[in-house]
């Protein structure tokens, strides 16, 4: 475990190597490497290999050949792009239009003069080999760019793929402790450090090996506690990768990870540089990297309160001039309304006028119109009433096979009636459809005592067996 940062001492420099500094095996993940003394036990094809990528790149070291080359799967062309091809966009490039790079990418041991040059004899003998190569390679590169033309580039950001992807396999590699983990963001490693910029919070990096042994135990005993996994949330931006993936294999370098499991926390700093305040590196317990943690948020917290206060501060500034802005609009605008409203007051009267001759038209047309729809609706009523009595019939007298049913009104009024004991409901409803004391058309006959409702569903049944004879007291309830 190491601590650095201490007042912002130890920065991480974000400068591209210029050309000519050494190749080494620093910029091979250790778990890709091969021990040195391997050529022996390669056949001649892999030495083969070895001899022609030490005549393309000038590297002398066979050994260090092997392992670069065993890092890409012994594939010629992928081993020699990543010497001879340029370096790729920095990811924590913090202005766009800075050449600087997070990662330095290794380029080509310059060789001795006498060592740079192969013999006439080698490169007779590794002439078709060269001519094929060249010719293959051409080949490729043409098809490559013609599919290119064919086939529209992805869309989707590597970085933010390759987050979402480390986020979905550690969540699948520890299960069980997956719910109480710390939220990764799923974006790349810059737009992490931009987010923690925003909500004015340090950015906690987590980088797995999956290989190593300690990691396992460190996940679930440790990251995934429910104690650190709260604290980290609560104070920090979490960012994971794998060292697997390129991403995290370039971070792995950038903060100079020589020990895992391995956790870092940074905060951008001036001059395209990253801050990195703590490493923690190996197995610690929970309380232990807690206690780290705190203390760099109390260490910290002052320049994230002052950056906070500064970024309120530009904001108000900003707001302050947009509100003066705004004013001078509004005046502006005000002046050219009065202008119009000089110029439009002669038509505006004139519309009134018009306006108000005819909306005096309308009105009578509409007193008209309702006075004629009124009593339209009341000869409606009346002649309803008057056929809702005539299919009533003449009202029976008093018997065993009589109901006699009273109706009780929503304004208090009480009306009486005999029915047989075999006519329907619906008969209960033109009786009051009858009368001239609802005025409304949706209504329910409902019993008080038990409560019943006598709705559409009973019209057809009748007195009797709806259990309201010999007598029955109902009171309308009109349906909103």
């Excluded at 620093?26 to 490497?33: D, E, R």
């Excluded at 990691?215 to 949330?233: D, G």
């Excluded at 056929?387 to 304004?411: C, H, W, Y």
Aim: charged share 25%; aromatic share 6%; net charge negative.
């Amino acid at each position: 475990m190491r601590r650095k940062g201490q007042n912002s001492n130890d920065l991480l420099e974000l400068r591209e190597e210029s050309d000519g500094t050494s190749t080494s095996s620093s910029s091979i993940h250790p778990s890709l490497l091969l021990p040195r003394g391997v050529m022996a036990d390669l056949g001649p094809r892999s030495e083969d290999k070895v001899a022609y990528f030490q005549a393309i790149t000038g590297i002398e070291d066979p050994d260090l050949c092997s392992q670069i080359l065993s890092a890409h799967n012994w594939d010629l062309q992928l081993a020699i792009s990543s010497i001879s091809s340029p370096p790729a966009p920095s990811v924590n490039d913090l202005n766009p239009d800075s050449s600087e790079a997070l990662i330095p990418r290794p380029a080509a041991e310059p060789a001795p003069a006498a060592a740079a040059a192969p013999g006439l004899v080698w490169r007779v003998v590794t002439l078709p080999f060269s001519l094929a190569y060249s010719t293959l390679s051409l080949s490729a590169r043409v098809a490559s760019g013609a599919l290119s033309l064919l086939i529209p580039a992805p869309s989707a950001d590597p970085a933010l793929s390759e987050a979402a992807a480390f986020i979905a396999s550690f969540r699948r590699d520890f299960p069980d402790v997956a719910s109480t983990s710390p939220n990764f963001v799923a974006e790349g490693f810059m737009d992490a450090l931009q987010r923690s910029q925003r909500e004015f919070k340090l950015l906690f990096v987590y980088l797995h090996s999956p290989d190593h042994p300690d990691v396992p135990e460190f996940c679930e005993r440790c990251l995934c506690s429910e104690a650190v996994a709260a604290f980290v949330n609560e104070n920090f931006v979490s960012w994971g990768g794998s060292v697997r993936g390129s991403e995290g294999f370039r971070m792995s370098n950038s903060l100079k990870a020589s020990r895992y499991p391995f956790c870092a926390v940074v905060m951008s700093s001036t001059n395209q540089r990253i801050a990195i305040l703590q490493q923690i590196e190996g197995l610690n317990s929970p309380e232990e990297i807690i206690a780290m943690l705190q203390r760099v948020v109390e260490e910290y917290a002052p320049l994230l309160v002052t950056a906070r206060l500064e970024a309120e501060e530009r904001r108000n500034n900003i707001r302050l001039r947009e509100e003066q802005d705004a004013a001078y609009r509004a005046a502006l605008e005000a002046d050219q309304a009065r202008e119009r409203q000089r110029k439009e007051e002669q038509e505006r009267l004139e519309r009134e006028a018009a306006e108000a001759e005819r909306k005096r038209k309308e009105e009578e047309e509409a007193q008209e119109r309702a006075a004629r729809e009124a009593a339209e609706r009341e000869a409606a009523l009346a002649k309803r009433r008057e056929e809702k009595a005539m299919s009533l019939g003449v009202e029976p007298e008093k018997g065993p096979d009589v109901t006699r049913v009273l109706i009780r009104f929503p304004n208090g009024e009480r009306k009486e009636r005999r029915f047989h004991c075999s006519a329907a409901i619906k008969s209960l409803y033109d009786y009051v459809d009858s009368l001239d004391c609802l005025n409304a058309e949706n209504y329910c006959l409902v019993s008080s005592f038990p409560r019943v409702s006598y709705g559409p569903e009973k019209y057809s049944q009748t007195l009797q067996e709806t259990g309201l004879h010999p007598q029955a007291s109902l009171f309308i309830e009109v349906e909103s």
